[in-house]
Nanobody, 125 residues
Framework: QVQVTESGGGVVQAGGSLRLSCVSSGETFNDDGMAWFRQAPGKEREFVAAISWNGGYTSYGDSVKGRFTISRDNDKKMVYLEMNTLKPEDTAVYYC??????????????????WGQGTQVTVSS
């Protein structure tokens, strides 16, 4: 059983920045595709960003391209989401997800077997 735990959420003004962190307990972390998704109240879950096993490939949802950056540190089993130029529409619960031994799974949510409990991000206008 893999546990992923997010942290770093909070309240920020529009135009500000936040950095989310995710730690995984997975023994195969170095081979795992990782991603961030988000869900706002009354809306469907949305793909935010994904990263390959070695960080060499990333992909982003259209709404965050150019503003968010995903990265990982395999030595620490950590994944990060740097969020800049935040907008009120970025308000959501952000979830970290792990796809064991998949190397890279992109935006395909069903590929991610393990999900964290989420961390709330609120952007005020």
């Amino acid at each position: 059983q893999v546990q992923v735990t997010e942290s770093g959420g909070g309240v920020v003004q529009a135009g500000g920045s936040l950095r989310l962190s995710c730690v995984s307990s997975g023994e195969t972390f170095n081979d795992d595709g990782m991603a961030w998704f988000r869900q706002a109240p009354g809306k469907e879950r949305e793909f935010v960003a994904a990263i390959s096993w070695n960080g060499g490939y990333t992909s982003y949802g259209d709404s965050v391209k150019g503003r968010f950056t995903i990265s990982r540190d395999n030595d620490k089993k950590m994944v990060y989401l740097e969020m800049n130029t935040l907008k009120p529409e970025d308000t959501a619960v952000y979830y970290c997800a792990a796809a064991p031994r998949t190397y890279f799974s992109g935006s395909y949510a069903r590929a991610y077997e393990y999900w964290g409990q989420g961390t709330q991000v609120t952007v005020s206008s």
